[in-house]
């Protein structure tokens, strides 16, 4: 299973000036995290302190990873990178060394 890495940061131009509704967005993207989390969607999770902006790290299909950053669009701009294990690296020096 493919793991991967996604960095993100709230685009606050999309939320609305109301700050009442502000709160109530950011609330119900807080509790999708929390369900990602518990359903195993993501296995881990923080915003960088003092910041609009963190990570969190998912394993699965590309299509699946795409699936879950769908779900906080407009209000929160991704990028994702797939990441190698320490193994994997391994792996791929080992091939190099066999040519």
Known sequence: MAKFITLWEMDYSKLPDDPEERI?????????????????????????AGSRAGYSIHEGTEEEVALETMKFSPYVKFTVY??????????????LTKK
Not at 28 to 37: D, F, H, Q, R, Y
Not at 82 to 95: A, C, G
């Open 24 to 48: 109530r967005i950011l609330m119900k993207n807080c509790n999708m995290t929390k369900e990602n989390l518990k359903s195993g969607a993501a296995s881990d999770w923080g915003s960088f």
């Open 82 to 95: 797939p990441v190698l294990s320490v193994d994997q690296v391994l792996e791929n020096i080992k091939k």
